[in-house]
């Protein structure tokens, strides 16, 4: 929207927020994801579309959103966990209708492990932020991914089960910020501290 103002065209942005979209579509999918792990359920047609569709369109659209507000940190952030939640489902997907071999646990090792480096990266821009909630999440994601990686590269079933654990309280962590934010922007005030 524009508004003329004397001789200058002032332009206000009217969007919302979009972080709490991107912290749902982690959470959601990532406390889904972790009790697989944990053992209430087997990874099956449920995590692939909760992957596809809230971990990952709801990330991507969240970083875009974020990305055209200016906010490059959130923009880049939601946006990339967005596509590993893609890739993630094309990993179960792919094997499955024979588009590709599955990959090897090296394989998967390494690719949790990359992820656990870019979420440690991350991690340390979150500390220039200030933002306690955030950085909590990037804290127990990046432990996520680094505890996937040793599982995959060592076949650990015991060691899977802790990693559910610390999804779980990585994704109610993102859930806490998601609604944190939706609450304090609708109060006008903190009524979640974050």
């Known amino acids: 929207m524009s508004e003329n103002v004397g001789t200058a065209t002032v332009i206000v942005d009217k969007t919302a927020n979009a972080a709490p979209l991107g912290f749902t579509g982690l959470g959601l999918a990532a406390v889904l994801l972790s009790l697989s792990y944990i053992g209430v ?4 047609s449920m995590i692939v579309s909760m992957a596809i569709f ?24 939601f946006s990339a966990f967005g596509l590993f939640w893609f890739s993630l489902a094309g990993l179960l997907i792919m094997p499955a209708i024979g588009w590709a071999e599955a990959s090897s646990g090296t394989a998967m090792a390494a690719y949790l492990f990359i992820w656990g480096v870019y979420t440690f990266v991350m991690l340390i821009v979150t500390m220039k932020i200030g933002i306690r909630a955030l950085q909590f999440v990037f804290v127990t994601l990046f432990l996520l991914f680094i505890l996937l990686a040793v599982v995959n590269a060592t076949g650990s079933t015991g060691l899977l089960v802790i ?15 998601a609604l944190g934010m939706v609450m304090n922007e609708i109060h006008g005030k903190t009524v979640i501290p974050l």
């Open 54 to 77: 809230l971990g990952g369109f709801a990330q991507v659209f969240a970083g875009i959103m974020c990305w055209k507000k200016g906010d490059v940190f959130a923009g880049t952030a």
């Open 41 to 44: 359920y087997p990874v099956e």
């Open 163 to 177: 990693a559910g654990y610390v999804g779980l309280v990585m994704g109610l962590g993102a859930l806490y910020t």
